[in-house]
């Protein structure tokens, strides 16, 4: 079984069209995160939820949402998307909010904008 | 920036040899880790060192934290073809956050 799973796995776009990226993850955690990864592998938190609350946004611009039907889903949306988006977006999770424990990722969305 | 630093970016052995990265970081911790990423794969947790920890070994692994040079390192010791992979150091500042590094990409040659 898949402890965190993301979908798509690849997703290539247009600019300016609007796209989505679910994650799910099966460990009971109740934290969860999206990062960014650049072609120099460097990687950004973009956000982090617990419980259904926003507890970081790190300068991210606001085309993108995070939204948490449940504490086992963080899906990212990105509206208008831009040729500076494409990227690996991981989602994470882990057991607490801080990162004290660690984190398990997710396989990675390779997001590719044209 | 709360970003950590690895050394070197690029490290090439061969197999049965060690590999040792560095990690460097610029504010206080309450912990850091180490997570390794596969090509094309996401990160896995490797090994945590509390700040009031010097070092801690697992398996193949040791690490070594220095928190007066905000520095720590990871050695692998009789590495295999398999530990090919890049490897991230992430510090924990009890912001509610991890801040990686750069990466060192590892290379182990049969």
């Known amino acids: 079984d898949t402890a965190v799973s993301q979908t798509p796995k690849y997703l290539v776009t247009q600019m300016g069209n609007d796209k989505s990226i679910k994650c799910e993850q099966n460990?009971?955690?109740?934290?969860m995160y999206w990062y960014k990864q650049d072609s120099k592998k460097f990687l950004k938190i973009m956000f982090s939820y617990n419980n259904k609350e926003l507890i970081i946004n790190e300068t991210v611009p606001n085309r993108f949402s995070p939204k948490s039907p449940d504490k086992a889903h963080l899906n990212l949306h990105i509206n208008s998307l831009e040729l500076g988006d494409s990227a690996v977006y991981f989602c994470a999770s882990s057991r607490t909010s801080g990162s004290r424990n660690e984190q398990f990722f997710g396989p990675g969305t390779r997001l590719t904008v044209l | 920036s709360q970003q950590g630093e690895e050394d070197p970016q690029a490290l090439s052995i061969q197999e049965g040899e060690n590999a040792t990265m560095n990690c460097s970081y610029k504010?206080?911790?309450?912990?850091l880790q180490w997570y390794r990423q596969n090509s094309g794969r996401g990160l896995v947790h490797l090994i945590l060192?509390?700040?009031?920890?010097r070092e801690k070994h697992s398996g193949r692994l040791r690490v070594t934290l220095d928190t007066s040079k905000k520095s720590s390192s990871l050695l692998i010791t009789a590495s295999r073809a398999a530990d090919t992979a890049s490897y991230f150091c992430?510090?924990?500042?009890?912001?509610?956050?991890?801040?990686f590094g750069t990466g060192t990409r590892l290379t182990v040659i049969p």
């Open positions: 504010t206080s911790i309450n912990n």
């Open positions: 992430a510090t924990d500042t009890g912001a509610n956050n991890l801040f």
């Open positions: 460990l009971g955690h109740d934290t």
């Open positions: 060192i509390r700040s009031n920890e």
